[in-house]
């Protein structure tokens, strides 16, 4: 298996005339709304569980923090969920986090066992994300609505693409984001692509107005993801140039092991079967957590995608904690990435890229805004090798503390691509090699 991750396509490019394409513009306008409404509720969903098993229920047996037994079973009783989801309803869960992102359109059937399994999965701890989910509930919403408009064919999958947009922009914090995934993962269309996508601009500006309308309703958080805080960084140092190059390859490296690691436990969920893969995995998970809590950090650095606990990174000094907190979470998401988990690639790698950037900046006086700048953008584009969408989601995250660490962010995620590339040959001329080599012809030998 390669190691490259790259979104797949968008849909294929509608061959429809002028009246059919602006039907299908309004109905791109209508999918926004439901779709937006059930990204939010599903964040919503998670976000409330996550506060009942973490912070309400030891709350009401007296204590101010899990216990070490809760931290090792809630992993776990997520891996049954999510064997129960992914057995016992249709659809598998949804798509593998170790393939990265995909955005081909999701049957409706499905739509409960993704739920189900990225509950599972989030809520419960597992080293994954919500990008992907969304990415899936908003086209079964998309394909939900093609039906009831009887719009078939390329055009249903516009739709469904549609749906893709607006359920990302609600996590994003707007469509920008989200567009900037879309048109570079479906870049090899070309101008094709257009047609395919504005539809969904539409869907996700109508269905973002409508969420910014609601505001945080009953407490689901809505508001953009800048981190809050940040030092100002107002010029560009030329020594965080030359180590954002550094941790670019650092990073690159990292992605590549916990891709490596992850495809080895894919590897022996044959074996093991589908259930206790899981089970074991969310074991490993929750002992990580424990090896970092009791070491001086909390649960949480190591559990979950590190979306929320990003500024707590950012406020440590301990190279040593911050150094094993890296270690664990990378680890964790290898054993997430590859146990059968369901969710997304992008938040703890950009964790763990924000984490390196720490470790190796900080000696030389990097400051954190730059470090987050730089850790986030190698840390995405190395496990998607999306250069654009990754730059584009550090401005969302820093706001205009980081505007000046937007070079050196530009950097080490090209560096990150074009390293991560590099590998994906050598691994690809290694398979080839492995597979001549064992053809039994007299002489072979790989180095």
């Known amino acids: 298996m390669s190691d490259q991750a790259a979104p797949a396509a968008p849909a294929a490019a509608p061959q429809l005339g002028g009246k059919e394409y602006l039907r299908l513009i309004g109905i791109g306008a209508i999918v926004g709304i439901p779709a937006a409404l059930v990204a939010v509720g599903f964040l919503g969903v998670v976000h409330y569980v996550e506060k009942w098993l973490w912070t309400d229920l030891p709350q009401a047996m007296g204590l101010s923090a899990p216990p070490w037994w809760l931290i090792l079973g809630l992993p776990i009783v997520g891996a049954l969920l999510v064997w129960l989801a992914r057995t016992a309803l249709p659809g598998d869960g949804g798509h593998e986090p170790l393939g990265g992102l995909s955005f081909a359109p999701t049957p409706v059937a499905y739509a409960p066992s993704v739920a189900l399994a990225a509950l599972g999965s989030l809520a419960f701890g597992i080293v994954l994300g919500p990008e992907a989910p969304l990415i899936a509930l908003g086209s079964v919403v998309g394909m939900a609505v093609a039906h009831w408009w009887k719009v078939t064919g390329p055009a249903a999958q516009v739709i469904s693409t549609a749906g893709v947009f607006s359920a990302v922009s609600a996590l994003f914090g ?233 070079p050196a962010a530009v950097l080490a995620a090209a560096t990150a691509w074009v390293i991560g590339k590099f590998l994906d040959t050598r691994a690809a001329e290694a398979a080839s090699a492995a597979t001549s080599g064992g053809s039994g012809a007299p002489g072979s030998a790989t180095a």
């Not at 996508?197 to 309703?217: D, E, F, H, K």
């Not at 809050?228 to 992605?255: E, K």
């Not at 890296?326 to 998401?333: G, H």
């Not at 400051?367 to 990754?390: D, K, P, V, W, Y």
Request: glycine share 16%; proline share 6%.
């Open 174 to 406: 707007g469509p920008i984001v989200a567009g900037a995934l879309l048109l570079e993962g479906g870049i090899a269309m070309g101008a094709n692509l257009i047609p395919v996508l504005l539809p969904g601009v539409v869907a996700a500006a109508i269905g973002y107005t409508m969420i910014v309308g609601i505001g945080s309703w009953g407490g689901i958080p809505t508001e953009p993801m800048t981190i809050p805080d940040l030092p100002a960084y107002p010029n560009t140092r030329v020594i965080d140039l030359v180590l954002a190059i550094v941790i670019g390859i650092v990073m690159a490296l990292v992605v590549a092991v916990v891709r490596r690691v992850g495809q080895r436990v894919v590897d022996v969920r044959p074996r093991l079967g589908t259930g206790p893969s899981l089970l074991l995995g969310g074991l490993v998970v929750g002992l990580l957590a424990l090896a970092v809590d009791g070491a001086g950090g909390v649960y949480d650095d190591v559990l979950f995608s590190g979306q929320t606990t990003l500024p707590l990174l950012l406020g440590n000094t301990s190279e040593t904690l911050i150094l094993l907190i890296v270690a664990a979470k990378a680890l964790a998401y290898a054993v997430s990435l590859g146990a059968g988990f369901r969710g997304g690639p992008v938040f703890p790698a950009i964790f763990i890229g924000t984490g390196l950037a720490l470790l190796i900046g900080l000696p030389f006086g990097m400051s954190t805004t730059a470090a987050l700048a730089i850790g986030a953008a190698c840390g995405m584009a190395a496990f998607t090798r999306l250069i654009f969408s990754s730059v584009i989601f550090v401005l969302l995250l820093e706001g205009t503390a980081g505007t000046a660490a937007v």
